[in-house]
């Protein structure tokens, strides 16, 4: 009997000892604490100091750049005083649709296409489930849209249709698209 005593009581003292580096975290097992509700990991909070002491603000630094008035490689030839600051408003309008399409490929094959071939003219590709459907232009009456319709059906595309759309005004004028480089050619820029 005194044999089970002492062994109840170091298995007693085991279980404090236990305890008791598992409430000041020494126990190593402390980290991988789970949830009493769920069986999630959740790691053991560390102190805020630990992370100040490995933070390094220059890692996220990042490229500031600054441009003159007359800079026009990144305002596409435009100055930038001529910018109008009045903020893009919605109004109710009208824009020519191409297509109505399940088809992702096709309806971002006839956006680009018509990019190409209007570059001053805004192409809308818009999602309403299941349907992409791409849509031309922000016309503000019918009588332009009827105009860009008689045009564009002429030139091929003879299912398209004018549709009423919220349309944007006091748009900017739309980027030029970017140039095509040929990385294959040879340039030689040397004088001889």
Request: aromatic share 14%.
């Amino acid at each position: 009997m005194g044999r089970t005593i002492q062994k109840l009581t170091m298995l007693l003292c085991f279980f404090l000892l236990l305890s008791a580096f598992t409430a000041t975290g020494f126990y190593p097992y402390h980290a991988r604490a789970f949830d009493s509700d769920s069986l999630l990991y959740q790691p053991r909070k560390e102190k805020l100091s630990t992370f100040e002491r490995s933070f390094t603000p220059s890692f996220y630094d990042t490229e500031v750049y600054l441009y003159k008035k007359n800079d026009s490689s990144k305002t596409q030839g435009r100055p930038i005083d001529n910018f109008t600051s009045a903020p893009p408003e919605t109004v109710q309008g009208y824009r020519v649709q191409l297509i109505a399409t399940s088809d992702y490929d096709q309806a971002m094959n006839l956006r680009n296409e018509l990019n190409i071939k209007y570059p001053e003219l805004w192409v809308y590709t818009i999602y309403e489930a299941p349907m992409y459907k791409v849509r031309a232009g922000d016309f503000t009456n019918r009588a332009e849209a009827k105009n860009f319709l008689d045009k564009i059906q002429s030139e091929g595309y003879r299912t398209a249709w004018i549709v009423p759309d919220r349309i944007i005004k006091n748009q900017p004028p739309k980027p030029p698209l970017p140039v095509q480089i040929d990385s294959t050619a040879v340039h030689n820029n040397f004088e001889e």
